[in-house]
């Protein structure tokens, strides 16, 4: 005959091993979106890199959105101090492309290349590059599944100390 307790202690251990199950489902789901997500934030940060340095408006278009905002500050040699290099708009960013591509000045096969992710949320995210022309902060956001930059804060030069 079977116990009364026997059905109950059963029927906790399935309880726990479906619930057990269920969480680990859930977590590989969630680590899989973020994955995706971390994913699709360095493309649209290589395509902001890339996009400058092979002169391809269509890599910038891929990850500028239309309301760009970007800013820097540039040190000249033997300066200490950083001046205003003023703002660039999503025209100009596709305008400075065009011109690199039509007088190739690209930059040497050796220019840095480096895509730091620091945080993504649900809809932000923001990450540092690291270019031939210096350091940028790049402010992202996600509309219809897709990560595209929407601000960019700059300096320059290029340090070495720049790198991660």
């Known amino acids: 005959m079977i116990k009364k307790t026997d059905i ?27 994955s995706s997500d971390a ?21 910038l278009k891929e990850s500028l959105k239309p309301k760009l905002y970007k800013h820097g500050f540039w040190k000249e040699e033997g300066s200490e101090t950083y001046r205003s290099a003023g703002s660039m708009s999503y025209e100009q960013a ?27 949320s649900n809809h932000i995210a923001a990450a540092k590059i690291v270019a031939w ?12 599944g897709v990560w595209m930059i929407d601000e960019v804060l700059w300096e320059g030069p290029f340090e070495k100390s720049h790198l991660d």
């Not at 994913?39 to 890599?59: P, R, S, W």
């Not at 011109?99 to 690209?106: C, G, M, P, Y």
């Open 8 to 34: 109950i202690s059963k029927f906790l251990t399935m309880k726990s091993i479906i619930t057990i199950t269920i969480f680990f489902i859930s977590c590989n789901i969630l680590i899989g979106q973020n």
């Open 39 to 59: 994913n699709m934030v360095e493309k649209a940060c290589l395509n902001y890199i890339e996009g400058f340095y092979e002169g391809d408006t269509l890599k």
């Open 94 to 120: 596709l305008a400075y492309a065009k011109n690199v591509l039509e007088k190739k000045n690209f930059p040497k096969e050796d220019a840095p290349k480096q895509v730091k992710i620091l945080d993504i």
């Open 133 to 144: 022309w210096g350091m940028d902060y790049i402010l992202l956001s996600k509309e219809n």
